[in-house]
């Protein structure tokens, strides 16, 4: 393999510089990001920042590919560190894992699931790590379908939800009954819901013990998809 030039060296070490300072300001200015306050931070005239981000877009995209990546890598880990069999185990570990990095990276989790970036349109190739976390939940339904140890009931759901589940299914190439996975759909949502109340402190004043909160919350969601205790 050819090792990258000294100039592709530098250039991605611009790069990554560069999103290092515009996190900063995505904490303290929000996705209102300013290509040229970034250059100013980093000593540099702002015509040249556009060799690397061409515009505002470009580098919030970069962020956002960053950061669904991260999430992406932290769900999966805990993931594939708990016991196959405990489907139940599982989801409370992707779920504190998903809540670990929001909260050490707020910023970054409001880029994702806070309020929308106006003027912006995220491009598709964020589409693929953006769907990483809701996989991997996809992941235990489906291992747990495979073995056994989860039983879809006979429940239906009314149309059209239920075609744009089944289609949703096949966006996402998994062979799963319409009404379990909606199921585990509504309970990845409300996780996310659960993350963002208390990232944004809608509960903070109210729930002091929220680490045991959150665990009571995942369980009930567990029990919404019907995950079975170990």
């Known amino acids: 393999m050819v090792a990258p030039s000294l100039r592709a060296r530098v250039r991605a070490g611009m ?6 300072v515009a996190r900063r300001h995505l904490a303290t200015d929000g996705a209102n ?3 040229r306050a970034v250059a100013r ?5 702002s015509s040249a920042i556009y060799r690397y981000f061409p515009s505002r877009d470009d580098l919030l995209t970069a962020l956002i590919l960053d ?6 890598d932290a769900v999966e880990a805990a993931d594939a560190g708990t016991d196959r069999a ?13 809540r670990s990095w929001a909260l050490a990276h ?16 995220a491009p598709d190739d964020t589409v693929a790590p953006a769907q990483r976390p809701p996989v991997t ?3 235990i339904l489906r291992d747990g379908v495979a073995a056994g140890l989860l039983t879809p009931s006979g429940e239906d759901l009314p149309e059209p939800l239920r075609s744009d589940v089944a289609e949703l299914g096949a966006l996402i190439d998994v062979d799963l ?20 109340f208390e990232l944004f402190g809608r509960i903070n004043r109210m729930l002091p013990h929220r680490d045991e909160y959150f665990d009571h919350q995942t369980g009930l969601m567990a029990d919404l998809i019907g995950l079975p205790a170990a």
């Open 67 to 72: 950061a669904y990546e991260a999430l992406g």
């Open 106 to 121: 707020p910023a970054e989790y409001a880029l994702l699931y806070g309020s929308p970036v106006p003027g912006y349109a």
């Open 86 to 98: 405990d489907l139940r185990g599982r989801w409370h570990a992707v779920s504190r894992a998903a």
């Open 15 to 20: 790069i990554d510089e560069i999103k290092a």
């Open 177 to 196: 009954p319409p009404a379990l996975l909606a199921r585990g759909m509504a309970g990845w949502t409300q996780l996310f819901g659960l993350i963002s």
């Open 41 to 45: 931070d980093m000593g540099m005239v």
């Open 137 to 139: 939940l996809v992941g």
């Open 33 to 35: 990001l300013s290509l």
